[in-house]
C-alpha cells in the first residue's frame, strides 16, 4: 500500500487564530507598506493612504455666481427704485457665471435686475452689498485644508473635489497580490465534459473571486499536477511574487497529497489540522515571509475555511470592516447538533414568515456548491457548545443583502420543476421575490405549514380510500388552519427509463422479473405514496424490487440516476424525464396543489405568485413547453378552510 | 449688447419627469436589448441576462465522497467487531475523494475504518448501508436545473456553480454605453493652475464617476469649445456613438450658452428649465432616439440634476435597485425655507447626539463640491411645501452608509487647523470616528451645545472684565449644562499680511492711516470679539477701517482673501497664515478649549479624541509643526461643571 499521512491535528480554533497571527505579525505581513501613486482620474473606489489636502484654493479666484455685471458697490449706494442710477459702461463690466470678477470690482449684480441703455450704459434701481454675487477665493476649500482623510473609498464627488484643487495623483492602498493553487491531476478545465474520476477546476475561480472582493489583487496559477517537485517549485515562485498564496486541495490526507510535507520542507507549517467542521485540514504556513493557506478541496470546505482565516487577514491589513452584510437574529426551525470541541460553521436558510425570522440549517455536502448559492447565511457553533435547539434564538452572519432575505418566499413540500420557472419569473418583476424552495416531499409541506414555516406547500398526495387528493389530508392533519388550496397543474407520473429503452420495461412487473436496479423517492413524498399504492395494487412486495432502499429528493435527482446507468428505472413526472431525454412510461395524471394560509393569502409575495400563475398566459406556455402538464385548474380554489 | 435667451421654462418637476418618461418610451429606451455574451471567468460582478440553467449535473458521476476504499455493500452484511469480513483484493478498490466509484460497487468505507492486510485483502468490522459515502450524480445539481435566475449580480460561489454544471459562456446585461460632454471655452485640465476666469474641468470626471456607479460604461469627452458648430458635430456624434449623452454647462442663459438652440436643431428638446432648486436649466432633449440630458455648470447642480432624471432612467433601463444607502428619519436642527412651486433638494449634515439624529442643512453653494463631499444626505422639499421647521421630523435620503452616519462625532463651534488632523487621524483607527465639525464661531458652539446639538464644541472667548478665557461664558451662558471644559491649546492670534508684507503693516492703526482693505471675521466668532477689543483699546472705530464689513467663516477662509490680494490684512492664527506662507504681525496668545457636556464625556467617540489629545506625542508633534501653537495645558480639564 501507498503510505498515508493520515495524522492531521486538531488545534483548537481560538488557538490556531492565535498562533496564525502571531506569525504573521512576526513575518512583517501586518506592517507591510501598500501603498502606490495612481492619477485622480483612475482612483475611483480605491482608498486613500496618507490624508488628502488641497494643493490650491477653490474657486481659485474671486469669480461672479451669477450671469449679470459687476459693479463697484459704492456706486449704487443711492440707487432706488424712484431714483436709479445710471453707471457708463467704464463702471461696470458684464461677468457670465464662473467668470473672474475684473480688478475694481466688488460686486455683481444679477443680468435679470439690470436695464441695459442704447448708450451702452446700465440703470440700477437697488444697491449692492459689498461682495453680493461673487465666490470668493477659497470659498469651498483653502489650499493645505483637508479634502479626505486617511483610509476612505473615495467617490466620484472626492475625485471632483481633488481635481479642483489641483490634487492630480494621490496615494492609494495598493491591493495586496494573491495567488490561488490549484493541484490535483484530477483537474480538468470548465469547458471539457469530465470523465469518471476527473473534476472540474473551479475552486481557483471561486477562490479568487472572493479574493478580489475581500480586496486584493487576485490571480489564478494554474493547476499543478499530483507531483512535490512541481508544487515545490510553483509555490516557491509564488511566495516570492505574492503577497499571499492560497493553495487548494491537497491538504487532507489522501494517497496523493503532498501539500503539507513540501510545505514544512520548504517553509514553516504554523498549524496543520483546526478542530473546525468543515475545513479541518487546513494548513497555515509561511515560505520566506509570505504566509501560504493551504485549503481542503472541497467547495464548500475551502470557501468556508477561507473565510475565517484569509478574511480576517486582509481586513487587517487592508483596515477595512469585510463584513459585508452584518448579522441578524433568527429562530432556529429545528435543532443542529454539533460535536464538543468543534466549531462548526452551518449553512442557513433564512425565511420570514409572518414576524419570526425562522434559521433552517442547508444541505450538509460539503461539495454542494448549490447550498452557498442558495444560502442565505451561516450560523457558528462555538466549540464549547452541543448544538442548538429548535425555537433557539441564535444569530446568522448574511450572505446576502437583508432586503433580499425579506424579499423570500417560502415554499416548503413536493418538489416540481415549475418550481424554477416560477422562481426566475418573480425575480423579474420589480421589486423582485426571490423564492426559497425545500423540497422534502408533499408531507414534509404539509408539516411546514402546521408549524407556521412556509408561505406556502407543493402537495400532491392521493387518499386511497376516496381517491381524492390533498383534501383528506388537509382535514386530518391541518384541521384549525384557515387556508386555501389552490390549484398549479395536472401532471403525468410514470417510469423514467434509460433512452431507448434498452430494457424494454413496460412496468414494475418486467423490473422484477428481470432483477433491475429502481431508484426510489424518499417516505412522504407524493411520488413515493404513488409508487407504493401502485406496487401494492400489482401485489409486489418492497424487499422484491431491487433498488426499492436507494432514495432521492427529487424528480430531477432520480432523472438524474436513470441517465447516468445508476438505476434502471425511478418513478417521476414526465417534464423531469423530458428535461434528461429519458423514456417515459405514464402510470397516472395526478393534481398538485399549492397550501395558502389565510395568513399569507394577502402578502405581497403570494400576491405575485398568484398573479402569475392566474394571468400570466406566457408564464402557462412555458410551462406547457416542459412536457406532461395539463393547467385547466391552474389558479382555481379547490377547497378552502376559515 | 449680445442676445441673451434668458427664457427658460418653469415646468413643474413631476410633469417634467412625465414628459421625459414619455419620450424615453417613445424613443425605445427602455425596452434596449442590453446583452451579450461573455465567459463565466469574466463575470464576477455583471448581471444576468437570462435565467442561467445547468448544463451538466454535479457531481457529473457517482464519486467517493470520503479517502477509503469502494466496496460492494452486499459483502460487508455479515460484518461485525467480533467477526470481521476479510475482502480479498478483488472485491475492494482504494479510491481518494472525488474519484469515481468504480463499475460493481455501490459504497465507500473510510481509510480509518479499514485495516489493511500484509496479503493485499482488507478488514472490515461493520457493515455498510447502500451508496454510504458516495456523492451520487446530480447530488448538487441536476442537468436543466436552474442556477442563477435572471437579473441576478454574479458572486464568486455562483460562478463556481456555473462552471461546475458546464457552464462557460453566459448573456449578461451589457452596460448601457454612456458619454459625457463637457462645454465651455474656460475649461482648462486640472493639471495646469488656473488663471482668472479660467475654471478646471472636473465635472466630467464626478458625473462619469457616478453614471459608473450605476451600472453604465461611461466615457468621457473633450471639453467642447464655445462655438455651435463644434458642439453639433459632438452631439451628433455622441448621439450615435452612445446610449446616453450627458451634456455639462451650456444650459443656463449666460452670452455664450449655445446647447438649448443646438439641440432645438438637432433633435427634439422634451423640457427645457425645471422648477427645482438647484438644476432649473436642466434641458431633456432626444437626438436620434439617444437621450441627451443637458445639465447645469455648477458641479453641485449638476450632481444632484443628473441623480434626479438620470439615476431614474439607468434603475429602470437595467432593472436595478440604485438607491445605495437607503433613507433614514431625522429631525431638523432648523428650519429651511422654500419656494412654493419649486422642488428643492438640501444637502444635510447628520449627527447623532444622545438619542436624536439631528438633520442641519449644510452649506447652500452650488458649486461648493465639498458640501457633497462632507454631506450626510439630501432631504427633498416638495414643491407643494413652504419648506420645514425646526424639530420637524424627516426622511432623509442618505449619502453615505448609516455605519458611517453613527460613527459622527458631532464638532460645533470655532475654527481651529488642528481639526483636520484629528479628524485625519480618528478616521485612520478601526472603528474609526468621523468628525463632523460646523464652524459657527465660539458663541455658535455655546449655542449649539445649549441645544444639544454637538458632542462638543470648541471655544476662545476672552471676557474682557476679568481677562479669564471661556469660563465666564460657560457660567452666564450655560449655567445649568453638566459639563467639563477641556484645554486643547493655545496659540497665537495675529494680522494675517501678504508675503514679505509689502505694505510694512505693523498694526490696525496702519491699516486705517493707509486706507488698506481688512477682512473680519463674522459676528459671534472669537477672532472677532477679539479684533473689537482691540481695536477699541486703540480706539478705532469700526467704519474708519475698510472692509470691517466683509466677513468670513475660518481662520483659513480669511488667509485665502488676503494671500489673493482681495485683502491687505486679516485676524487670525500663525498656522493659518503659515499654511498659506503668509506674513504674520502676532498680536496676542489665547486659550482655546474644548467644551464637552458631561452626557458625552463617556461615549466612545469622545473617549477616543480624549485619549489622542492626551496620550498621542506623535499627534502633538504634528499639531507643533503648523506653527503658533503651545500644549502646555492640552487635555488638561480647566474648569467642571456639576
Redesign the interface.
Known amino acids: 500500500?501507498t503510505m498515508?499521512n493520515?495524522y492531521v491535528k486538531n488545534t483548537p480554533l481560538a488557538e490556531a487564530r492565535k498562533k496564525w497571527h502571531s506569525a504573521l505579525s512576526a513575518c512583517g505581513f501586518y506592517t507591510k507598506v501598500l501603498t502606490e501613486t495612481v492619477s485622480?482620474?483612475d482612483c475611483?473606489g480605491r482608498i486613500t493612504a496618507e490624508?488628502i489636502?488641497a494643493h490650491?484654493?477653490?474657486?481659485?479666484?474671486?469669480?461672479s455666481?451669477m450671469?449679470g455685471i459687476s459693479v463697484n458697490f459704492a456706486d449704487l449706494a443711492a440707487a432706488s427704485e424712484a431714483s436709479p442710477v445710471i453707471l457708463p459702461p467704464e463702471k461696470f463690466q458684464?461677468v457670465?457665471?464662473?467668470?473672474?470678477i475684473p480688478e475694481g470690482f466688488n460686486a455683481v449684480v444679477m443680468?435679470?435686475d439690470v436695464h441695459?441703455l442704447d448708450n451702452g450704459g446700465a440703470q440700477l434701481h437697488m444697491p449692492a452689498t459689498?461682495?453680493q454675487h461673487i465666490?470668493?477665493?477659497?470659498?469651498?476649500?483653502?489650499?493645505?485644508?483637508?479634502?479626505?482623510?486617511?483610509?476612505?473609498r473615495i467617490?466620484?464627488?472626492?475625485?471632483?473635489?481633488m481635481?479642483?484643487t489641483?490634487v492630480?495623483t494621490i496615494p492609494v492602498q495598493r491591493k495586496p497580490k494573491a495567488t490561488v493553487i490549484p493541484t490535483?491531476s484530477?483537474l480538468i478545465q470548465?469547458?471539457a465534459?469530465?470523465k469518471?474520476?476527473e473534476?472540474?477546476e473551479?475552486?481557483s475561480?471561486?477562490?479568487?473571486?472572493?479574493l478580489?472582493?475581500w480586496g486584493a489583487d487576485a490571480h489564478r496559477h494554474k493547476p499543478v499536477q499530483d507531483d512535490p517537485d512541481l508544487l515545490r517549485a510553483a509555490l516557491k515562485k509564488a511566495a516570492a511574487e505574492n503577497d499571499l498564496v492560497v493553495l487548494n486541495a491537497g491538504a487532507?490526507?489522501?494517497?496523493?497529497d503532498y501539500s503539507a510535507s513540501v510545505l514544512a520542507e520548504i517553509g514553516d507549517v504554523i498549524v496543520h489540522g483546526v478542530a473546525i467542521k468543515p475545513g479541518k485540514p487546513v494548513i497555515l504556513a509561511i515560505i520566506d515571509n509570505t504566509p501560504v493557506v493551504g485549503l481542503p478541496?472541497?467547495?464548500v470546505s475551502a470557501?468556508l475555511t477561507m473565510r475565517i482565516f484569509v478574511k480576517e487577514m486582509l481586513a487587517k491589513l487592508l483596515?477595512h470592516?469585510l463584513d459585508q452584510h452584518g448579522h441578524i437574529e433568527a429562530t432556529m426551525s429545528r435543532p443542529v447538533h454539533s460535536a464538543m470541541g468543534v466549531d462548526e460553521f452551518v449553512r442557513i436558510t433564512l425565511g420570514r414568515v409572518g414576524q419570526t425570522l425562522m434559521a433552517t440549517p442547508a444541505g450538509k455536502?460539503a461539495?454542494?456548491?448549490?447550498?452557498?448559492?442558495r444560502g442565505d447565511g451561516l450560523l457558528t457553533i462555538p466549540a464549547g457548545n452541543e448544538g442548538v435547539g429548535a425555537g433557539e434564538k441564535v444569530s446568522i452572519e448574511l450572505l446576502r443583502p437583508k432586503?433580499e432575505v425579506d424579499a423570500t418566499l417560502v415554499f416548503i413540500g413536493s418538489h416540481d420543476n415549475i418550481l424554477?420557472l416560477m422562481?426566475?419569473q418573480l425575480?423579474?418583476e420589480?421589486?423582485?421575490t426571490r423564492i426559497s424552495s425545500a423540497h422534502v416531499g408533499s408531507m414534509g409541506g404539509i408539516m411546514a405549514i402546521r408549524r407556521n414555516e412556509a408561505h406556502m406547500a407543493g402537495c400532491h398526495l392521493l387518499d386511497e380510500a376516496t381517491g381524492e387528493y390533498n383534501i383528506p389530508f388537509i382535514k386530518r392533519l391541518l384541521p384549525n388552519v384557515p387556508l386555501q388550496l389552490i390549484n398549479l397543474c395536472y401532471r403525468e407520473q410514470g417510469l423514467m427509463l434509460a433512452k431507448g429503452n434498452p430494457h424494454n420495461i413496460s412496468g414494475f412487473s418486467d423490473m422484477v422479473n428481470r432483477n433491475l436496479m429502481f431508484i426510489n423517492r424518499q417516505g412522504g413524498a407524493g411520488t413515493r405514496l404513488l409508487t407504493d399504492k401502485v406496487m401494492g395494487d400489482l401485489g409486489i412486495p418492497p424487499e422484491q424490487l431491487a433498488g426499492y432502499?436507494?432514495e432521492?429528493y427529487?424528480h430531477?435527482?432520480v432523472?438524474?440516476?436513470v441517465?447516468?446507468g445508476?438505476a434502471d428505472a425511478g418513478m417521476g413526472i414526465r417534464a423531469a424525464a423530458m428535461?434528461?431525454g429519458l423514456d417515459f412510461v405514464p402510470v397516472t395524471e395526478e393534481r398538485y396543489d399549492l397550501i395558502i394560509p389565510a395568513l399569507f393569502i394577502k402578502d405581497p409575495k403570494v400576491i405575485k405568485v398568484l398573479e402569475l400563475i392566474r394571468t400570466n398566459t406566457m408564464f402557462h406556455q412555458k410551462i406547457l413547453a416542459l412536457g406532461g402538464y395539463d393547467l385547466r385548474d391552474i389558479g382555481q380554489i379547490m377547497y378552502q378552510q376559515n
Open positions: 500500500m498515508r493520515i485622480v482620474d475611483l490624508p489636502f490650491r484654493s477653490s474657486p481659485a479666484h474671486n469669480a455666481a450671469d458684464q457670465n457665471t464662473g467668470n473672474a443680468i435679470e441695459f459689498p461682495w465666490r470668493t477665493i477659497g470659498e469651498d476649500i483653502v489650499a493645505t485644508e483637508l479634502i479626505l482623510p486617511e483610509g476612505h467617490r466620484p464627488i472626492d475625485q471632483g473635489a481635481l479642483a489641483g492630480t490535483g484530477e470548465p469547458d465534459a469530465p469518471p474520476g473534476i472540474i473551479f475552486n475561480r471561486i477562490l479568487a473571486g472572493y478580489q472582493d487532507s490526507a489522501g494517497t496523493r478541496g472541497y467547495p470557501v483596515n470592516d455536502g461539495g454542494a456548491v448549490m447550498s452557498l448559492v432586503a424554477d422562481a426566475n425575480h423579474r420589480k421589486p423582485f432502499d436507494h432521492e427529487t430531477m435527482s432523472a438524474a440516476a441517465a447516468s445508476s428535461a434528461l
